[in-house]
């Protein structure tokens, strides 16, 4: 678990206006999500939120991609929420707890319902590879911000000083690779069916030895038909 918020860290999120050229929303809507989210979170989770949306946001500027900051911090913000308890179902993907989660705080809030969907959207396919980056930006930025935090991909994109940049702001400590993992395991341990035919099978595979992966092919050969 990487340690919590300095004073330091603190007093750059509250003096920087910008993060590697990146403004974060700072509307009455994007400053209650923040504050939902930093409640909720761990620090581990919060501060990579975080880095997802800069590194979503500055994706799509290299990609001169037009996007909703807004909605991308929204789905930025929100995307795990679905491995807290608080927001953890029992039997959905933690992806479809966290956009069922940001949904309902957008509606409450009077957002459009076309811009909850491409929030929810992008929080449900977050971890669902080679589909997102057809769609919105939003939802595209969301996965490439992911992507890049969790699995180093995209780097191309975004200059090395901007990336330091960021992480100085929102740390990820010394061991953020194995804290990670154990942050998924653990919301998603307790209903490992939900991780059949994405990636958070292999986190189940690595963290439980007793795990057994539902087989796709098994399914069709020995399903209900006769042929």
């Given at each position: 678990?990487i340690a919590?918020t300095?004073t330091?860290?603190v007093?750059?999120?509250n003096?920087?206006e910008r993060?590697a ?5 700072d ?5 209650e ?5 930093r409640?909720t979170e761990s620090?581990l989770l919060?501060?990579?939120?975080r ?9 799509g ?18 995307h795990d929420m679905?491995l807290?308890?608080?927001h953890s179902?029992?039997?959905?993907r ?8 940001a ?10 319902e ?12 977050h971890?669902?590879p ?5 769609m919105k930006?939003?939802?595209a930025?969301l996965?490439?911000g992911?992507?890049?935090?969790v699995l ?5 994109n975004?200059?090395?000083a901007d990336?330091?940049?960021?992480a ?5 400590g010394p061991?953020?690779k194995?804290?990670i993992v154990?942050?998924f395991y653990n919301?998603?341990r ?7 035919g994405?990636?958070k099978a292999d986190v189940?595979a ?12 098994q399914?069709?050969?020995?399903n209900h038909?006769?042929?």
């Amino acid at each position: 678990m990487i340690a919590p918020t300095t004073t330091a860290t603190v007093t750059a999120m509250n003096t920087l206006e910008r993060i590697a050229g990146i403004a974060a929303p700072d509307s009455a809507l994007a400053r209650e999500i923040t504050e939902l989210v930093r409640d909720t979170e761990s620090d581990l989770l919060y501060h990579h939120s975080r880095r997802v949306y800069f590194f979503a946001a500055l994706t799509g500027e290299a990609k001169a991609l037009r996007y909703d900051p807004e909605l991308l911090y929204a789905a930025a913000m929100f995307h795990d929420m679905g491995l807290t308890p608080a927001h953890s179902s029992k039997d959905k993907r933690f992806e479809v707890d966290g956009a069922d989660t940001a949904r309902a705080f957008l509606r409450s809030k009077g957002v459009s319902e076309a811009e909850v969907d491409t929030v929810w959207t992008a929080i449900a396919l977050h971890t669902t590879p080679n589909i997102p980056q057809y769609m919105k930006p939003e939802i595209a930025l969301l996965t490439a911000g992911v992507e890049m935090d969790v699995l180093g991909l995209g780097f191309e994109n975004v200059q090395d000083a901007d990336r330091e940049k960021v992480a100085q702001v929102h740390p990820r400590g010394p061991s953020f690779k194995q804290d990670i993992v154990g942050a998924f395991y653990n919301g998603i341990r307790n209903k490992p069916e939900t991780t059949f035919g994405n990636v958070k099978a292999d986190v189940m595979a690595y963290k439980d030895p007793h795990f057994e992966r539902t087989d796709f092919v098994q399914c069709i050969l020995h399903n209900h038909w006769p042929t």
